[in-house]
């Protein structure tokens, strides 16, 4: 018989994340503590001289007279979604099992649907930068091809498909990306640029499915969920490195976004 498994303590749960997070006051606390863990700074002149204005949840620059907030200058900023919301968004992002899509995401919040969409992109954006370290030892790569079935054309059928490409150190993290095609120099490339010098790579047929993809438009932000879904299932603070990353992260203006994608 197998040993059961050890269940997973997570450091967030939805109960806990609607007592501790409910309000966007609370949420602004957690925001400014992952922003300056070391006291509020002047993102401008790098001041510690700080004044607090409550009526305004704003803070004043004592050297420089900047005024900001905690939102100022982040992902945060000029949203008119509550942090909360925020919040949530982020908790399931990081906890569902099969990602999550802007269309679940409008339903579960209420939300209007481009607000989804850009929540979810924006997510996934600083989710991005969590595990960039290199692959090494055993790695594994295979590619695979994901998008929809075309009528009146073989299983073998592959023009309107997109190839997505996997690498997965053994006992460790995976690497995840759109390919333009499937060439040598393409697959050495992108060993080369996911692997340190001294990897042994392996190419197999075993990697793992790429869980429930039928739909290759933004599949780079997909797969880049994906990778950081896997490479942080042992991660027990995984809700709070990403909303660190996200408080951190640089601003990404919409229309940039959309280019992107
Ligand atoms: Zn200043």
């Given at each position: 018989m197998k040993k059961p498994i050890k269940a997973f303590k997570a450091e967030m749960n939805l109960p806990k994340l609607i007592e501790q997070f409910g309000d966007d006051e609370k949420c602004r606390a957690r925001l400014t503590e992952l922003r300056w863990p070391k006291g509020v700074t002047c993102p401008r002149c790098e001041s510690k001289s700080i004044s607090r204005v409550i009526e305004r949840d704003q803070y004043d620059c004592n050297k420089c007279r900047y005024q900001f907030s905690t939102a100022s200058g982040t992902i945060f900023h000029d949203t008119h979604l509550p942090l909360s919301k925020w919040f949530l968004a982020i908790y399931l992002m990081t906890e569902s099992k099969k990602g999550m899509s802007a269309l679940q995401m409008k339903r579960t919040l209420a939300i209007c649907y481009d607000t989804a969409w850009y929540l979810c992109h924006r997510i996934r954006a600083a989710m991005r930068e969590i595990n960039s370290e290199l692959l090494r030892g055993i790695v594994e790569v295979d590619e695979t091809y994901v998008g929809g079935k075309t009528r009146g054309m073989g299983r073998g059928y592959r023009g309107n498909k997109a190839i997505a490409i996997g690498a997965v150190q053994r006992q460790g993290k995976?690497?995840?990306?759109?390919?333009?095609?499937?060439?040598?120099?393409?697959?050495?490339?992108?060993?080369?640029?996911?692997?340190?010098?001294d990897t042994e790579a392996i190419y197999t047929d075993e990697m793992p499915a790429y869980w429930g993809i039928d739909d290759a438009k933004h599949l780079d932000a997909y797969l880049d969920e994906l990778e950081h879904r896997f490479n942080n299932r042992k991660n027990e603070y995984i809700f709070r490195d990403t909303l660190t990353k996200l408080v951190n992260a640089a601003k990404l203006p919409y229309a940039e976004l959309t280019k992107a994608a």
């Open positions: 995976i690497r995840l990306q759109v390919i333009p095609n499937v060439t040598k120099a393409t697959l050495h490339k992108f060993i080369h640029d996911n692997t340190a010098p």
